[in-house]
């Protein structure tokens, strides 16, 4: 294979990927922009493997050394993958993502040793020369962001996951004095040994400089994610995707190879975007989260200082009623409905509520679930009508008109405390839920979501509390209408 026609490749898969992210930023492309990044993948895997071999072939003349190893990965990690994305639920598909993000980040340190090791075998240099100055630069920019990746996600995996008892894994920020600090040193510290790795003199190696800088880099990973909190892990997954990407693209510069470049540019510039987004939906810092230094449940202590407050309460039936003689019925999926499966029963429901003339929309806020699009492909998993689901900028003048707001499951994306200047949320988009005519709220008890904030919402006359698993409650409401 020449290298024409590796470059064509590389271009043709590069193209595929850009499709890919454009078809995904819709839930009706989505499956569309899925296809062209598996063509890609596997465009650029295919002429990778092709490349290898014939690189191979002209540095040893050997046909067959090593292939073994290689095909053996292939089908493995395939396997794996394929058995991994076949069981995961929903509600884990965010620390699935996490899990994903670790194993790039890995990727990209043990390609950056693989490269410092034997570099005339990546084409770097001839045998015996010494690295070029810029290209380590490049394997130590791609070596500690991966290293921070790898160990930052495994960290991210434990807390979404909320299954293991070890404390770095739980959800509640693990702080202590001093942290900030500790992490400059670190950081500082990485970054000078990188440095005399860069300007070593000689053809051999620094590997005392770099193995330390690599271990530091891990430990950092570490300290920047256990200080935050469960309201801010969406925000985390994001974050960790462009670092994923930003790694992948360091990594490409050392081995000269486009098709890392520009996939490894396009996670990093995309995601990097996603958290822009995120951080603005969720009121956070921009910088603060790129930087680690954020996190923490605000509002828990407070939220735990306050007496027992009553709430008016009723039943399904209490509620499909409401919903009958409505005109115009918005529907605000949260957590709580994928934790309940109950996307196929609230489709039955909105179908229901259509026979009987009233009209059925679904209000999305950015963060709704425990990742952006979660409750989207929630309700494409269900058939929910596009036309149906609206986001939070195009929905939220309409709640002043709506009959019912049926709230199923969410708890900081409605909440008007963010509506106070002194609230720790204070300035963070919601749903404006609170405009409807009536409320019909439906959570498992009246414990506060991830903010640590007690919901005014709850609390007001208009809102009708229905307590209860997500599907049951949607399940008798669908017998009620009938």
């Not at 996603?274 to 989260?289: D, E, H, P, W």
Request: charged share 15%.
């Amino acid at each position: 294979m020449s290298m024409n026609l590796v470059t064509l490749l590389y271009l043709v898969a590069s193209v595929c990927f850009i499709q890919a992210l454009k078809g995904l930023s819709h839930p009706s492309t989505a499956r569309r922009g899925n296809v062209f990044g598996m063509i890609g993948m596997a465009i650029a895997t295919f002429t990778t493997i092709a490349l290898i071999i014939k690189l191979k072939s002209e540095y040893t003349g050997s046909g067959g050394l090593g292939y073994g190893l290689l095909a053996g990965g292939i089908l493995v990690g395939g396997l794996i993958g394929a058995v991994m994305a076949k069981r995961v639920e929903m509600t884990k598909m965010p620390e699935l993502v996490a899990a994903m993000h670790s194993l790039i980040g890995l990727s990209a340190v043990f390609i950056a040793i693989a490269a410092v090791a034997e570099p005339f075998a990546f084409q770097i240099v001839a045998r015996g020369e010494p690295i070029p100055f810029g290209n380590r630069l490049e394997l130590f920019i791609g070596t500690f962001v991966g290293a921070i990746t790898f160990s930052g996600s495994v960290i991210a995996f434990g807390k979404l996951s909320g299954g293991y008892k070890f404390r770095l894994f739980q959800g509640a920020p693990v702080v202590f004095r001093g942290q900030h600090i500790v992490n400059l040193i670190l950081a500082l510290v990485m970054i000078a040994l990188g440095l005399v790795f860069c300007f070593a003199p000689g053809a051999e190696p620094a590997w005392t400089p770099f193995l330390i800088m690599a271990a530091i880099a891990f430990i950092l990973g570490v300290l920047i994610i256990i200080p935050i909190g469960g309201a801010d892990m969406p925000v985390v997954v994001s974050m960790l995707n462009s670092y994923s990407g930003w790694a992948a693209a360091g990594i490409g510069f050392s081995l000269n190879n486009a098709m890392l470049i520009i996939a490894g540019s396009l996670v990093g510039s995309s995601g990097a975007i996603l958290s822009y987004i995120m951080c603005k939906a969720m009121n956070r810092s921009f910088i603060n989260v790129i930087m680690g230094g954020f996190g923490g449940d605000a509002g828990a202590a407070a939220a735990g200082d306050q007496a027992p407050r009553n709430v008016k309460s009723g039943s399904a039936e209490d509620a499909a009623f409401l919903m009958m003689n409505a005109d115009t019925v918005l529907i605000v999926p949260g957590y709580g409905l994928a934790v309940a499966r109950a996307q196929h029963a609230l489709k039955e429901l909105t179908d229901k509520l259509t026979e009987h003339g009233v009209t059925v929309k679904y209000a999305i806020h950015p963060v709704a679930g425990r990742m952006p699009g979660h409750m989207n492909v929630l309700l494409a998993e269900a058939e929910v009508s596009y036309d149906q689901v609206f986001e939070m900028e195009d929905i939220n003048s309409e709640f002043a008109q709506a009959d019912v707001a049926l709230v199923l499951g969410a708890n900081d994306v409605v909440n008007p405390a963010a509506k106070d200047p002194k609230s720790p949320i204070a300035g963070m988009p919601i749903l404006e839920a609170q405009r409807a005519k009536t409320v019909i709220v439906n959570k498992r008890s009246m414990a506060v979501g991830y903010a640590g904030l007690d919901n005014e919402l709850f609390y007001m006359d208009k809102t009708m509390m229905v307590f209860g698993d997500a599907k049951k409650v949607i399940e008798d409401m669908v017998k009620a209408v009938d």
